[in-house]
């Protein structure tokens, strides 16, 4: 029986996160039985060039010799405590260092668990109950977030989920990303009525699609004018498209920011954080509740701290840019040559290729009308040739600083081979 097979007895569809079960690609999904740098290890022994760096916190690497040693070390001292630690402390200070805009911070365990809290609290903070979000943006799967939403909800084609109450679901008003005019509209009409705008400041769950130039100032205005929290979701972009987050390249303070991934540097941890007034509305100091046994667990913090420290030197972001420049130049030269439209983006060490004819993809739309055949047959060549990407059409792809030109330029060279017989 296959390892696929065995875990399908007793998980729920064999996986604990649906993507991961190669829903979009078809096949069985590959189990992993270590990772090293740019490199993950198979049960059967296959060797892959890692580019989901598990979705995303791997940003070192696998296996930093520094973060490995903080968790160890950690670890000896006490596993969980449910008790304040200094580390908590220390990685909050650091956290809010790196992004101004965070005065006051929360841990938690989850990106899912951050942006639900940071929602309630934008509820709890304004009064109000009504939320914008936008089209193929993901954002976790708590109840008000799981409308029309990227990720593995859009690759299973169930972008609203069943079980999420009407009564509930009617407060989320959906918009299209990147659409100015129909934000305007909507802040027309229900402004006084929103609590909140949440949004990826460069979407990662529908691929890869940046935003136009000033929708972001937009969404600043209009949320300043009608009293609504505007939380940026960089559970996915923090200290991954630059040391500050989406929103330093923006030149945007958000009033919420939530953050997971890199923070754990690879253990469950997440945050969200903002402004002390609003921070403030959150309990004990305030009404608002939210709650976590293993919220700010030593370890976690650990491996937080220690990935923070390192990616907060000279040049780390250069360097890291520089890499997936390369990795994604290479590819759009040998998708050209191949005569194959394939749109790219990248920033920081985050990147899409979406199969379009559009040379520029910008909207949810454009990126659902892509060719996903052609992205299934490119995901399992390049899986053949030794590389690992993300097994759907709709995530975005992560490179790390253990990724050498070895690793980009052999990349390269086999996604030549899989166009070459797209
Ligand atoms: N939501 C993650 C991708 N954006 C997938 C998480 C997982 O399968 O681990």
Known sequence: MSLFSEAQQVIAGGVNSPVRAFAGVGGDPVFFRSATG???????????????????????????????????TTAQSGLSFGAPCVLETRIAEKICELMPAIEKIRMVSSGTEATMSAIRL????????KIIKFEGCYHGHSDSLLIKAGSGALTLGVPSSPGVPAGLAEHTITLPFNDADALA??????????????????????????????????????????GAVLIFDEVMTGFRVAKGGAQSLFGITPDLTTLGKIVGGGMPAAAFGGRADIMAS?????????????????????????????????????SLAARTQQLVDGISRAAADNGIPLATECEGGMFGLVFSDDA???????????????????????????????????????????????????????????????
């Open 38 to 72: 740019a490199w993950v290890e198979a049960e059967d022994g296959r060797k892959f060039i890692d580019y989901v760096g598990s979705w995303g916190p791997m940003i070192l690497g696998h296996g930093h010799p520094a973060v490995l040693e903080a968790v160890t």
């Open 122 to 129: 934008a509820r709890g903070h304004t009064g109000r109950d």
């Open 185 to 226: 509209a909507v802040f027309g009409e229900l402004g006084s009525e929103i609590a909140c705008v949440i949004v990826e400041p460069i979407a990662g769950n529908m691929n890869m699609v940046p935003p136009e130039p000033g929708f972001h100032d937009s969404l600043r205005r209009h949320c300043t004018d009608a």
């Open 282 to 318: 959150l309990a004990p100091d305030g009404p608002v509740y939210q709650a976590g046994t293993l919220s700010g667990n030593p370890v976690a913090m650990a491996a937080g701290l220690a990935t923070l420290e390192l990616i907060d030197v000279a040049g780390f972001y250069e």
């Open 360 to 422: 520029v993809v910008r909207r949810f739309d454009q990126v659902a009308a892509a060719d996903t055949d052609r992205f299934k047959t490119f995901f399992h060549g390049m899986l053949d040739e030794g590389v690992y990407l993300a097994p759907s059409a709709f995530e975005a792809g992560f490179v790390s600083a253990a990724h050498g030109d070895d690793e980009i330029n052999a990349t390269i060279a086999a996604a030549r081979n899989v166009f070459a017989n797209l």
